[in-house]
């Protein structure tokens, strides 16, 4: 008996013959699809004004605006003065370029800050409330009723498709400016996005101590209470933990439209064209945005470590 | 007495089971037996509530089972306490915990969310460990427990709900042989000295010989056997296990123990 080679099989040239088509089929497939986004690509490049050109007349004039922040106008016909020199840098609030001419209203931007990240506490906490709430009626494996997972995912679905600013915009009529509307913007966004997060963890909850206490007797509050929020909870909160570091920097963002915190300082420094200020503003809101970040991300990790 | 009157259960266009009549006095211990898919599982999770039959009736003394609602029903799955292949504790919560949870049938919502147990709890839970020998990891998370002390954590929680009747959805299918005896153990003494009905599936025949004084055999969706273990001749067997065509069964090969399957195979 003499060893067959396995390419001379003539069921292995059936295979080839039957594999070939089909992978002729799959590449046309996905030649005509990656075809099909070039085209749309290129037809939103034009309307949107993404030209080449124009990207490329942009690039040399980015560090424009650093030029102006490192210079004193020359308003009185003097030359601009570069602003990180070592004999001006440590001089007095009267002293142009110097950080305590830069910072000299470090303490109403510090208060602001701290609204600012107080707002992004708030509102997370809020948030995570109302969509830890929503997302067990949301959660189509938990609820007999259609109409009830229907009708709190679309309300979900309300909560995250408005956006913040826009949220904050129309809170500022009833509630005034201040962080009070803003708050309620971020914490309406929080509950949508963080209620379609729990609820999709919610989805791939494992069954069978659910089954346990259903089996136990247990009502549908004592299933989501004892059978899903035990296993639920890492991911829930370190969700919550990444959104509270998003939040930090919508709550900077909201206060552009009235809504408080440090964003509608910047917004009015930016309308005065007081480019020390606006650098200080920015410089202050990487720094905590960075700090927060980093602990955040800390404490999540932790938190998954222990909870695993 | 618990009664079934053609129960029937369909998933889709599939009989899960059909038209199963059964009559059940009360502490008993009978034993389940069939292959993959027969309905064994159904009919232990119709019976728990866990599943509302298609057609029939269950019936307990004068009480329709099959109509109850609300509390009614959350009081009659805790007098019909099930036990699953899987365990179905909740592993993230610890052992003393899952035992309470055989508790939250009557238990108030807030008590509930707040996971407030009472000391008379605290001591019937611990109580209820310590009869099966695992009151000294009352306070280990249930994942930190092999399968075998799992299992017997799960009939702690079953004690709890003081049923008249345990449900075991294949007990011992995924222990080992030494856990399989212990929790077996553990069922026909819960079976004798509390008087409590016990139905348990299982897919070793011998186990089922060994245990139940009373079998019931199950094929595709149907009861096909009813009656003591002596009655389980080699037709009866056929009929629960055989294919068609297939001329005889060894029941050998339904056997857990190593030495049977060995000779088993030495034989064919």
């Known amino acids: 008996m003499t060893a067959l080679n396995p390419t001379d099989d003539p069921a292995y040239h059936l295979f080839q013959q039957r594999f070939g088509a089909l992978r002729r089929v799959r590449q046309t497939e996905t030649i005509l699809t990656f075809a099909v986004i070039i085209l749309l690509s290129v ?211 909201i206060g552009f439209v009235g809504a408080g915190g440090i964003g509608q300082e910047l917004k009015r420094v930016i309308g005065f064209n007081i480019y020390e200020e606006v650098s200080a503003i920015v410089i202050l809101i990487l720094l905590i945005v960075v700090a927060i970040d980093l602990a955040s991300e800390q404490i999540r990790h932790r938190f998954i470590g222990a909870m695993a | 007495m618990l009664e079934l009157v053609d129960l029937s259960r369909r998933f889709g266009d599939r009989a899960a089971l059909q038209d199963a009549s059964l009559s059940i006095a009360d502490g008993e211990m009978i034993g389940i037996i069939g292959r993959s898919g027969a309905g064994k599982s159904t009919l232990l999770r119709l019976i728990n509530r866990l599943i509302d039959p298609s057609a029939g009736k269950i019936l307990s003394g004068s009480t329709d089972v099959t109509a109850l609602r609300g509390k009614e029903l959350r009081a009659w799955r805790a007098r019909t306490a099930m036990i699953f292949q899987q365990f179905n504790l909740v592993t993230r919560l610890d052992v003393l915990t899952n035992v309470m949870c055989g508790r939250l049938y009557d238990m108030p919502a807030p008590r509930v969310l707040l996971k407030w147990f009472t000391p008379t709890e605290r001591a019937l839970a611990i109580r209820a460990l310590d009869r099966l020998g695992m009151a000294e990891v009352a306070m280990n998370r249930a994942d930190a427990l092999s399968g075998g002390q799992q299992q017997r954590v799960a009939i702690a929680r079953a004690l709890m709900q003081q049923p008249k009747i345990l449900l075991a959805d294949e007990p011992i299918a995924s222990l080992d042989p030494l856990n399989a005896k212990l929790v077996m153990d553990a069922l026909a003494d819960i079976n004798r000295r509390d008087g409590i009905t016990v139905l348990t599936n299982l897919h070793t025949l011998d186990t089922a010989r060994a245990y139940c004084r009373r079998i019931i055999g199950m094929a595709a969706g149907r009861i096909v056997f009813d009656g003591a273990p002596e009655a389980l001749t080699e037709p009866a067997l056929r009929e629960i296990y055989g294919q068609p065509g297939q001329e005889t069964l060894d029941e050998r090969i339904t056997s857990t123990s190593l030495a049977a399957a060995a000779i088993a195979a030495l034989a064919g």
């Open chain 1, 43 to 253: 037809i939103a490049a034009a309307w949107t004004d993404f030209l080449p050109a124009k990207i490329a007349d942009g690039i040399p004039r980015i560090g424009e605006y650093f030029g102006k922040l490192f210079s004193i106008q020359p308003k009185r016909g003097a030359d601009p003065i570069p602003v990180l020199a070592l004999p001006h840098l440590f001089g007095g609030v009267k002293q142009p370029q110097s950080i305590a001419y830069w910072f000299y209203r470090i303490d109403v931007y510090l208060a602001l800050l701290w609204q600012t990240v107080q707002m992004a506490i708030l509102s997370t906490a809020i948030g995570f409330g109302a969509a830890f709430m929503l997302s067990f009626p949301a959660t189509r494996s938990f609820v007999g009723s259609r109409i009830i997972v229907f009708g709190t995912r679309r309300c979900l679905e309300l909560m995250r498709t408005i956006p913040q600013v826009v949220l904050a915009f129309i809170l500022v009529w009833p509630f005034g400016i201040g962080p009070l509307a803003g708050i309620i913007a971020i914490a309406i966004h929080t509950t949508g996005t963080l209620g379609k997060l729990f609820c999709e963890l919610n989805e791939n909850a494992d069954s069978a101590p659910i089954d346990g206490i259903r089996s136990a007797g247990g009502s549908w509050l004592a299933q989501m209470r004892l059978g899903v929020v035990p296993q639920m909870m890492s991911g829930f909160l370190s969700h919550a933990l990444l959104r509270f570091e998003i939040n930090v920097r919508s709550s900077t963002i």
